[in-house]
């Protein structure tokens, strides 16, 4: 007997066009909605941009790719971008993260010409298990955490590799794990279900004092959230 035999035939004329015609779907025309935003209030001081966009890829179900296409559309998601000022389109990063300019400026390294900075990921393991990453730590002259007064690390404690400091497609999918083996780089895993920081005040004033000490950025430049609060400049207003 033929496999199809037991099958019942369907009568041709009964078949009919669809009501609504099949759409292609192109990824690539993907549009945020007006809700899609992170909250300055949500970002610790001195975030750097590749724990920004973790943060929100996470809050916005988006994957790694269609982010950085959003960001840098002409980058190859897979190559990526070093997240530094002069690689970093800033007036386009404000209009899609929906982030004051003075924030989004901080979180990049390479503001002045005498700055040095790793070219691979640098964390604190004990920030990274309340999902924070500093800009500080990418730069050359620090190698102590300011808050937990730890040595910064570039090794993956498990597999031992290191991951570029680069933002990419892969990067952006593995909030604060190793780019070889996606290990987590804190000490337990991590749950970004919430994107709402868990460090200690004293924690956060160590960090701003830090900041403030390396790159003379102002207070609210270290403190997102008073920026929000106060209506802060963001680059619609930094452009006219």
Not at 128 to 133: C, F, I, M, Q, R
Request: with cysteine; charged share 20%; glycine share 6%.
């Amino acid at each position: 007997m033929p496999p199809d035999a037991r099958l019942p035939r369907r009568d041709a004329a009964a078949i009919k066009a669809p009501r609504f015609p099949i759409l292609p779907f192109d990824e690539w025309r993907i549009s945020l909605a007006r809700g899609s935003a992170l909250s300055p209030g949500l970002l610790m001081p001195g975030e750097s941009l590749v724990s920004i966009l973790w943060k929100f890829a996470c809050a916005n179900a988006l994957p790694g790719h269609a982010l950085l296409h959003l960001i840098s559309p002409e980058v190859d998601p897979h190559e990526g971008v070093a997240p530094v000022r002069d690689a970093v389109d800033l007036a386009r990063l404000c209009r899609v993260l929906r982030l004051p300019s003075n924030v989004l400026s901080t979180s990049l390294p390479g503001a002045a010409p005498h700055d040095r900075y790793h070219g691979v990921f640098r964390y604190c393991r004990q920030c990274a298990a309340h999902g924070y990453h500093s800009v500080l730590f990418q730069r050359e002259d620090e190698n102590l955490c300011p808050a937990h007064q730890q040595s910064l690390q570039t090794r993956c404690p498990h597999c031992n590799g290191e991951t570029p400091y680069i933002i990419n497609a892969s990067v952006i999918g593995a909030p604060f794990r190793c780019g070889w083996c996606h290990s987590h780089y804190s000490y337990g895993q991590l749950s970004l279900l919430s994107t709402t920081s868990a460090m200690r005040r004293q924690d956060r004033i160590a960090i701003s004092r830090r900041l403030r000490l390396r790159t003379g950025n102002d207070v609210d430049a270290v403190h997102p959230a008073r920026m929000e609060m106060s209506g802060g400049d963001t680059c619609a207003k930094s452009s006219r």
